[in-house]
């Protein structure tokens, strides 16, 4: 994930500054469980809506108290910080739309970009890159639910990726087989699946 960029030292006056605690009311809405804690929140400049990086979780509440979004963090395919325009972005590896927050002039960043890289590559075991050339690659990964600490794979294929590319297919095959060994997991029930 690009998370570097600008110099804390260099933010404008106008940026708030430090870690912003959430306020009690938001933090009941998210639900935390036993043994969770935030260890960042940001405050959206687009509705108002905190955005917290918990042990398990990012989790979005909004001002009315409504939780809007709560993903486990094994869902997170990337994150990125840009400095210059202070949106935090966040790809899903079901698909989902990108999700962004601007994080500026209601509280700052915080440590929220940080918390999030930490969280994501938290969950993230062991990967396998499997490339055949462009629009030929795919990542095989293993992760972990930080919550209960289940094994979970993905197969994250490139979308220019052609469904008939057999090569490829059995490529995917084998590192599913051999990072599924490395970690402990059973042979996949369905080899030539994406």
Avoid: F
Wanted: proline share 7%; glycine share 10%; aromatic share 6%.
């Amino acid at each position: 994930m690009a998370l570097l960029g600008r110099r804390w030292n260099t933010v404008p006056d106008d940026v708030p500054k430090g870690n912003p605690a959430p306020p009690e009311a938001v933090l009941r809405s998210a639900g935390l469980g036993s043994g969770e804690k935030v260890h960042a929140a940001a405050q959206d400049d687009w509705d108002g809506a905190w955005v917290l990086a918990t042990t398990w979780r990012v989790v979005t509440v909004g001002d009315d108290g409504q939780v809007q979004l709560d993903r486990p963090w094994l869902t997170v395919d990337s994150g990125s910080w840009d400095p210059d325009t202070y949106q935090l972005g966040v790809s899903w590896v079901d698909g989902t739309p990108v999700t962004r927050w601007r994080l500026r002039r209601s509280s700052g960043p915080g440590r929220l970009p940080e918390a999030l890289h930490d969280r994501v590559s938290a969950s993230v075991v062991l990967t396998r890159h499997v490339d055949l050339g462009t629009g030929r690659t795919a990542r095989v990964v293993i992760r972990k639910d930080l919550a209960t600490r289940e094994l979970h794979e993905q197969v994250l294929v490139d979308r220019a990726a052609r469904p008939g590319d057999t090569e490829l297919r059995d490529e995917v095959a084998r590192a599913r087989t051999e990072v599924r060994s490395q970690v402990g997991l059973p042979p996949s029930g369905t080899p030539g699946d994406w």
